[in-house]
């Protein structure tokens, strides 16, 4: 029978720097994913409010064409929703969406009537990523977002 010496022994596996490297070049490329990913997630955001502002756009002028008016302010988005309580109440009322969307953010969106900001007769806008209303971050029906 033929014995082993330590010279003989035949290592595998990896080292410690062969596996160190191997992560690095993995985080690198990952980062690099993630900050090209940031601004696609940023775009979809943007489109999303777009389409969220035409949507309600089009609940209220359903809503106008049924109930003979506008909701007013203090009645809010919530009048496409439920029937409001809130002076003057439709006699013939119907909701128009299930519930109201929130923004990507995770806000409720404003409404305003009649508009101060929009060429329409009413205003529907998110106060945007910031969360404060009234700076230049606001998306509305007044100003289209552009996918960057």
Same mark, same amino acid.
């Given at each position: 029978? *033929? ?42 955001? #943007?489109?999303?409010? #777009?389409? /969220?502002?035409? !949507? ?21 988005? !919530?009048?496409?929703?439920? %029937?409001?309580?809130?002076? &003057?109440? &439709? ?10 969307? %929130? /923004? &990507? @953010?995770?806000?409720?969106? %404003? ?5 101060? *900001?929009?060429? %329409?007769?009413? =205003?529907? @806008?998110?106060?945007? &990523?910031?969360?404060? /209303?009234? #700076? #230049?971050? =606001?998306?509305?029906? @007044?100003? *289209?977002?552009?996918? *960057?």
């Amino acid at each position: 029978m *033929k014995t082993r010496t330590p010279h003989s022994i035949i290592r595998s596996g990896f080292t410690l720097i062969e596996i160190v490297i191997t992560l690095t070049i993995i985080a690198i490329l990952a980062s690099g994913s993630i900050y090209l990913l940031k601004g696609q997630i940023d775009s979809a955001k #943007d489109t999303r409010v #777009d389409s /969220d502002i035409q !949507a309600i756009g089009l609940a209220l002028q359903s809503y106008e064409s049924r109930a003979l008016r506008m909701p007013t302010t203090e009645q809010g988005l !919530a009048a496409l929703v439920e %029937k409001p309580v809130i002076e &003057p109440i &439709p006699e013939n009322y119907r909701a128009f969406m299930e519930e109201m969307p %929130k /923004d &990507p @953010w995770g806000a409720a969106y %404003k409404y305003r009537f009649p508009a101060q *900001k929009s060429k %329409k007769r009413f =205003d529907v @806008w998110t106060m945007g &990523p910031n969360g404060q /209303d009234g #700076d #230049d971050d =606001d998306m509305g029906n @007044w100003k *289209k977002t552009v996918a *960057k």
